[in-house]
């Protein structure tokens, strides 16, 4: 007994309480909704969230100083195979993401959701004296390096989460206001050359969003049925499993980036603020690990990736109720998909291993 | 190492944090926001957009109404027949779905040119049929590949169908596809809703007049359907209710034998029941198939419907204007003798021509009729003396009486499209023609008006209500062929039959004058040798219309082109003291009435008043033309 009980100790000694907590109510919303919405893969996702849970405890394990010899050569890794993608890469559904490595097609643009600030904050631990514009130069070229391949492929889903991780970084590292308001003043103005840069189908994304009315049947059709989910669900929603929209299937992609329709439906603008409280309670227990990490480096891991939760949060529940172009993000912890809840996974095993080393270099 | 103040640092990176975190709550409470606009404010209309989402109605097409003779007889049906149907929106490739069935199931080039033509047409997930009237073999062949195929169905659909086959098409019509123009009738009517799912709509004939009573209520089935269309559940369901059937006036074994009567001659016939105005045969032969159009006409056999120099297509019963000839001879002793103008008794001396304005117009009997008095002028259909008649009534006389009786006009028969016909005065010649000196009413012109010729032109439900106006002495009434509406929901009846239309301001004894001369033209006269040995009285008048102006010549029946022939025509009633049969034939490029016309007439009264079905069609009497000419 006494073995268990001591095995089951050291499992349990990395793991952050609330943090824990609050990934296992999101896990356990997502299986009542893939219930809902697509029963038979909640094997799967079992599945995907053993696998997921088990890289998170790997990863609370590892301690952030081990944690930083990784960043450059992980980094090293996602640009090479971001190349790869490019040159060799499979396409899939119009888009150039996966790499067939012949056992295994993974998707490296999504290495460096994680890759990107780590990175970065190694590069700022490194340069810790007070960092001179010279530094956010160098960090903005480590970022815009992956992000220009992930853009490529095109996924522009994956280059705005990556984006908002490096930015979270820099951001958090001191980047001076001076140079941020200059910086979003520039790109406001160089928005009409970005719209000429965009695919096709990303500038009908846009178009989509601002009137869906336009093409009811064709492009605006998601956001449309997804908009009328959410609002006919009403207060208290139409109960669970009784969404009409989602059960007959007007809803586009409703157990993936869609399932918050499901969610809105079914339970309503209460199980919406419920949501929502829940994610600002990870997010707040995220930066509150990152306020009282040991190192700059965790300090800045730890925000970007609290950071990255809420980007993930708030641009999937913006799209599905039609404030925000679609882009394909996921809603954290909650739509199916083994790869998005690993990364995820892997960011809440990082936090919990800053949490737990705040004390020991400072000692 | 510089300088560098870590708390300093620290606090700097928390204040960044701090903004952070105000920036999550800014988010967070934009989206709140969003979702109570959703949820709370824009409820209503989001609720209503999820039900009109949800729920999809599903027409159920009620069977259309049939069509039955007097006797219950069925002249139209419908029956149920398994189709091959696809749904384009559930089918990926359609050539390829449609390469992959032929493979299975017989399916023709036309057939695809139909679909093709279908699927122009139609709505999105509709289904179209790509084969129709499967066997039953197909069926099951197909059934046992359906897993292969997605979108393609079979389904049990009703056809129009008409047993009689080309038998009374002129009367029933037919129904076809629902076309552009249908629909604007049908959103004339207010009736889209009950519309939606039916592909089918009346042409012509009983179809197209009775259509809004034949259609029926459509039934719908609310369903929930998901995004693709497919229904998942019912949810409730109104029953459609079936057509109305239409009983007929029709007697179609009447209308069987007058059919026959004409062999492959072209014509018309109309029988009309005195008392009341129905019809009990109306033929125009030759006749068409309507069951052709049912599923949509192949354009091979339309041209040749089309361009057949019969003309099948054409109603001749009610849009052929042909010239009465000496069926209008009764008419005109009627006139005569309501206006006045001559007596019974008054006799003239006929000596085988009337000269007017230094213009010989010639009677048919070489050196004349001699002495002819009423009886006799009908009876021998004497020419001179109605000659003489038209100018002493003149013509503005001739054509208000006329008019009176229906002639020139449309009698109102319950079949859309009938013909006017022409019935000459001074005023229609002012509107019928431009130039002024055409314009003048010739004094000379009303002298072959008389006869029936000239510019007169009348169709044969005209001449046919006319006939029997006088056998009903006088009362008349609107032809029409359904005699009452059986409402299926009630069982009730609706009549049809009309109460009179008028009474006309006629003598009874100078209808009964005309009567007995009518009489006397089946028993002694021109139509003798047709009604010869006959067990009922009947009475009847012969005609001759010209089709080929003679300037003089005499008219030699071989010598003239087929399609130049004069038409043949008899008008008669039965029996003569109580009339319950009236009607007026017509052959085209028959010759003689009595040689042509008064045979297919004895035929048909002989089988409504007796009962007896000839052997073959009516013979063409050609010794007759003597005793016209006597």
């Not at chain 1, 004296?129 to 390096?145: G, H, K, N």
């Not at chain 1, 178009?207 to 049925?225: M, N, Y």
């Not at chain 2, 749904?87 to 036309?110: F, W």
């Not at chain 2, 009630?490 to 009567?515: C, F, M, Y």
Request: aromatic share 10%; glycine share 10%; with cysteine.
């Amino acid at each position: 007994m006494n073995i268990l009980r001591n095995l089951w100790l050291r499992l349990i000694a990395p793991i952050d309480g609330p943090l824990m907590l609050m990934t296992a109510l999101l896990a356990l919303v997502a299986l009542g909704m893939m219930a809902s919405a697509s029963p038979e893969r909640i094997p799967n996702q079992l599945m995907n969230l053993l696998v997921a849970l088990t890289v998170m405890r790997v990863m609370a394990q590892i301690p952030p100083q081990r944690l930083m010899h990784f960043a450059l050569p992980v980094y090293l890794i996602g640009i090479f195979l971001l190349v790869g993608v490019a040159l060799f890469g499979d396409i899939s559904k119009g888009a150039r993401r996966w790499l067939n490595l012949g056992f295994m097609r993974i998707q490296p643009s999504e290495l460096m959701k994680i890759a990107m600030p780590l990175i970065l904050a190694w590069f700022f631990q490194k340069h810790e004296t007070m960092p001179r514009l010279r530094d956010y130069a160098v960090a903005t070229l480590l970022l815009l390096i992956p992000l220009a391949l992930i853009a490529r492929q095109p996924d522009l889903g994956t280059a705005i989460l990556v984006l908002a991780a490096g930015f979270y970084v820099i951001f958090f590292a001191g980047l001076p206001w001076k140079v941020l308001i200059g910086l979003a003043v520039s790109a406001l103005a160089a928005a009409p050359l970005a719209w000429g840069l965009l695919h096709d189908y990303q500038r009908n994304r846009i178009l989509t969003l601002i009137d869906p009315e336009k093409d009811p049947l064709g492009k605006g059709f998601h956001i449309i049925q997804s908009t009328i989910a959410i609002g006919s669900g009403g207060i208290f929603g139409k109960g669970w499993g009784l969404g009409s929209q989602a059960q007959l299937e007007f809803l586009p992609e409703r157990h993936t980036d869609f399932i918050f329709a499901v969610f809105s439906e079914e339970i309503g603008l209460i199980g919406n603020l419920a949501l929502l409280i829940l994610y600002a309670l990870l997010i707040t227990r995220g930066l509150m690990i990152s306020a009282y990490a040991a190192t700059l480096f965790g300090r800045l891991l730890a925000g970007a990736i609290t950071m990255i939760f809420f980007t993930y949060a708030f641009v999937n529940m913006g799209m599905v109720s039609g404030i925000l172009p679609v882009v394909g993000v996921p809603l954290p912890f909650i739509s199916y998909g083994g790869t998005a809840l690993v990364t995820l996974c892997i960011g809440i095993g990082i936090l919990m291993s800053i949490h737990k080393n705040r004390m020991l270099v400072q000692k | 190492m510089e300088f560098k103040n870590p708390q300093e640092e620290l606090e700097r990176f928390r204040h960044r944090l701090g903004i952070a975190g105000g920036f999550v709550l800014f988010c967070f409470c934009l989206l709140f926001a969003r979702f109570v606009w959703l949820q709370i404010v824009q409820h209503d209309y989001y609720q209503t957009r999820a039900e009109d989402n949800r729920i999809s109605l599903v027409p159920i097409v009620p069977n259309r109404g049939l069509i039955l003779d007097r006797k219950g007889e069925v002249l139209a049906h419908n029956y149920s027949a398994y189709t091959l149907e696809l749904t384009p929106s559930r089918s990926r490739d359609l050539d390829k779905t449609i390469d992959a069935l032929a493979e299975i199931i017989d399916i023709q080039p036309k057939d695809r040119k139909r679909f093709k033509k279908l699927l122009e047409e139609s709505k999105n997930f509709e289904s179209l049929p790509i084969r129709t009237r499967l066997t039953d073999e197909e069926v099951a062949k197909f059934i046992a590949h359906r897993y292969r195929f997605s979108g393609v169905d079979i389904k049990a659909r009703l056809f129009r169908q008409y047993p009689g086959g080309a038998f009374a098409s002129h009367i029933l019509g037919y129904i076809g596809r629902t076309t552009e123009r249908d629909e604007e009738k049908i959103e004339e009517r207010d009736q889209e809703a009950n519309y939606r799912g039916t592909e089918h709509f009346g042409k012509t004939g009983l179809e197209l007049r009775y259509e809004f009573d034949l259609h029926g209520v459509t039934g719908f089935e609310k369903v929930e359907v998901d995004a693709g269309g497919h229904a998942v559940r019912t949810l409730t369901r109104s029953a459609p209710v079936a057509g109305n059937n239409l009983t007929l006036t029709i007697d179609a074994e009447l209308q069987r034998i007058a059919e026959k009567a004409f062999g492959d001659r072209k014509g018309a016939l109309v029988a009309i029941e005195p008392a009341t105005g129905g019809l009990l045969a109306m033929v125009s032969v030759p006749n068409y198939d309507p069951n052709m159009f049912v599923d949509g006409i192949d354009t091979q056999n339309w041209r040749e419907l089309n361009e057949s120099p019969d003309k099948p297509m054409v109603n001749r019963a009610l849009n052929g204007a042909y010239p009465p000839g000496s069926t209008f001879k009764p008419l005109m002793a009627l006139a005569a003798l309501t206006l006045g103008k001559r007596t019974p008794n008054q006799t003239i001396s006929d000596p085988g021509f009337f000269n007017f304005g230094g213009h010989h117009f010639r009677d048919d009997k070489k050196g004349g009729h001699g002495l002819v008095d009423m009886y006799k002028s009908i009876v021998h259909s004497c020419d001179t003396y109605y000659y003489m008649l038209a100018n002493d009534l003149g013509i503005d006389n001739i054509s208000a009486f006329m008019g009176d009786l229906g002639l020139g006009q449309r009698t109102g028969v319950d079949i859309d499209g009938e013909s006017e016909g022409v019935l000459p005065s001074q005023a229609w010649k002012k509107k019928r023609f431009k130039k002024p000196e055409q314009q003048k009413w010739y004094a000379g012109e009303t002298i072959s008006i008389g006869i029936g010729q000239g510019y007169n032109a009348y169709t044969p439900i005209q001449l046919a209500q006319a006939i029997a106006t006088i056998a009903n002495n006088g009362v008349m009434f609107r032809p029409h062929l359904v005699k009452f509406i059986t409402d299926t929901r009630s069982g009730g009846k609706r009549l049809i039959e009309p109460s009179p239309l008028k009474t006309l301001a006629l003598k009874q004894e100078h209808i009964d004058v005309v009567k007995n001369a009518m009489v006397g033209v089946n028993t002694e006269g021109t139509g003798a040798r047709a009604f010869a040995g006959a067990e009922y009285v009947s009475a009847g008048k012969t005609g001759t219309a010209q089709v080929f102006s003679l300037k003089g010549a005499e008219y030699k029946e071989h010598s003239v082109k087929k399609e130049l022939r004069d038409h043949a025509l008899f008008v008669a009633f039965a029996p003569a003291d109580k009339p319950t049969i009236a009607l007026a034939v017509l052959v085209e490029n028959g010759g003689f009435g009595a040689q042509a016309a008064a045979p297919i007439a004895r035929q048909v009264l002989d089988y409504y008043l007796l009962g007896k079905k000839p052997k073959a069609p009516a013979p063409v009497d050609e010794d007759a033309v003597e005793a016209e000419k006597e």
